[in-house]
């Protein structure tokens, strides 16, 4: 029950072209649900996050869509750039307690 | 902008050492995690410490392992007996509170590579 999946596990996409990340969790206690991107031999930085008393967060190209029904979140990526090559990890917490992870999208953006 | 120290950056030890992984949280946070990546896999939380306590584990963190904040500024997680299976990337987080209300936003260090031989 304290799993969150994650898919897919890698992704491709164009430059300019929009990427999706989604994941799915049990734990109806969670309530809070941050990403983060990490670089090779980086810890996972903080990217944008959400709580469920709303559908949707948006931080520049970067947006959160939040379903509370189905427990499913997933990131958009708009006008997805080369920089934005990374893995990203979907992430819940409870109370701010210990986060749970997803297991990883890598991300390739081709020029 | 305060960040979240750790140091080493690589560490290679025998099977069966101990070690000792430091980390210097952002200065004001009051929660310190530890967490940790085997090569390609996801980040696997390992524990929580508050006001000079654990307050939460995980089924990974057993009797071989152990925190301490030694001072105002350093957080450490002890390995007393290092096993092969122990290689991975160690990272500490912090995250800020009022009073035992945690603030959400978890801030990663750097990490530790850790390599057990």
């Known amino acids: 029950q304290q799993q969150v999946k994650q898919s897919p596990q890698s992704l491709i996409v164009q430059k300019g072209g929009i990427s999706i990340i989604n994941c799915a969790y049990e734990n109806t206690a969670f309530d809070y649900f941050p990403w983060y991107q990490q670089f090779p031999g980086k810890g996972p930085a903080l990217l944008i996050a959400i709580r469920p008393d709303v559908s949707e967060k948006k931080e520049g190209r970067f947006t959160i869509s939040f379903n509370k029904s189905a427990k499913q979140f997933s990131l958009h990526i708009m006008d997805s750039q080369p920089g934005d090559s990374a893995t990203y990890f979907c992430a819940a917490s409870n109370a701010g307690n210990m986060l749970t992870f997803g297991g990883g999208t890598r991300l390739m953006v081709k020029p | 902008e305060p960040e979240v120290t750790q140091t080493p950056s690589h560490q290679v030890t025998q099977m069966g050492q101990e070690v000792i992984l430091r980390c210097v949280p952002i200065?004001?946070?009051?929660?310190f995690y530890w967490y940790r990546q085997i090569l390609g896999q996801k980040v696997e939380f390992l524990v929580s410490?508050?006001?000079?306590?654990?307050?939460?584990k995980s089924e990974i963190f057993d009797d071989q392992f152990s925190v301490e904040r030694p001072d105002g500024s350093n957080f450490t997680l002890k390995i007393r007996s290092t096993k092969l299976e122990d290689s991975a990337m160690y990272f500490c987080?912090?995250?800020?509170?009022?009073?035992?209300?945690?603030?959400?936003?978890?801030?990663f260090g750097p990490g530790t590579r850790l390599t057990v031989l």
């Open positions: 410490f508050y006001n000079n306590e654990i307050s939460e």
């Open positions: 200065s004001n946070h009051l929660y």
């Open positions: 987080a912090s995250s800020e509170g009022v009073g035992r209300k945690i603030l959400n936003e978890q801030f």
